[in-house]
T-cell receptor, first 111, second 113 residues
Framework: DQQVKQNSPSLSVQEGRISILNCDYT??????FLWYKKYPAEGPTFLIS?????DKNEDGRFTVFLNKSAKHLSLHIVPSQPGDSAVYFC??????????FGTGTSLTVIP | DSGVTQTPKHLITATGQRVTLRCSPR?????VYWYQQSLDQGLQFLIQ???????AKGNILERFSAQQFPDLHSELNLSSLELGDSALYFC????????????FGPGTRLTVT
């Protein structure tokens, strides 16, 4: 049972435009959400996180939005750069410290 | 470089065999997590250790076990291997709180033939 879903396996965006990656979850017990970026042949790298008590967190070009009523999370990258091309994983933490990851969205930023 | 090391990088073995994957966390990190990533799947959380004690358990099969040693390195033991166990196995470490970001190692690619 996939409790964290990333329904878009891939996304292509022009350099300089906004990239929006989406994530849906089913478990209302999740209290912390994270985004990771992964390049080929490397482990995932932490990008940004948000607590369930917030609805927005910003770090430079990266902003994460949380809509708890819709059980929806999104990552905005503005402006997108070619170096942002990678697979992005959404993750959620359940109380008890169990982590659930989505299947990833492959972002391609076209120069 | 995340500071997390995993060995070996690649492992090829036969069905029914047993293997051990090793992870050294970042200096100072007390928590170690293990994840499995099968083809076209997201990362599946297997188990977490904190300072030598099991802290959280995910979808870890009974054929799999892990431990964290006093020097904080961790080992994931996979036994009675099946073809479906072929996957990338990631180790991650984090600091004290469990809300800290996790730093992932480069992974061990296991192929069961």
């Amino acid at each position: 049972d996939q409790q964290v879903k990333q329904n878009s396996p891939s996304l292509s965006v022009q350099e300089g435009r906004i990239s929006i990656l989406n994530c849906d979850y089913t478990n209302s017990m999740f209290d912390y959400f994270l985004w990771y970026k992964k390049y080929p042949a490397e482990g995932p790298t932490f990008l940004i996180s948000i607590s369930s008590i917030k609805d927005k967190n910003e770090d430079g070009r990266f902003t994460v939005f949380l809509n708890k009523s819709a059980k929806h999370l999104s990552l905005h990258i503005v402006p997108s750069q070619p170096g942002d091309s990678a697979v992005y994983f959404c993750a959620a933490r359940r109380t008890g410290n169990q982590f659930y990851f989505g299947t990833g969205t492959s972002l391609t930023v076209i120069p | 470089d995340s500071g997390v090391t995993q060995t070996p990088k690649h492992l090829i073995t036969a069905t029914g065999q047993r293997v051990t994957l090793r992870c050294s966390p970042r200096s100072g990190d007390l928590s170690v997590y293990w994840y499995q990533q099968s083809l076209d799947q997201g990362l599946q959380f297997l188990i977490q250790y904190y300072n030598g004690e099991e802290r959280a358990k995910g979808n870890i099969l009974e054929r799999f076990s892990a431990q964290q040693f006093p020097d904080l390195h961790s080992e994931l033991n996979l036994s009675s291997l099946e073809l479906g166990d072929s996957a990338l196995y990631f180790c991650a470490s984090s600091g004290k709180t469990g809300l800290d970001e996790q730093y992932f190692g480069p992974g061990t690619r296991l192929t069961v033939t």
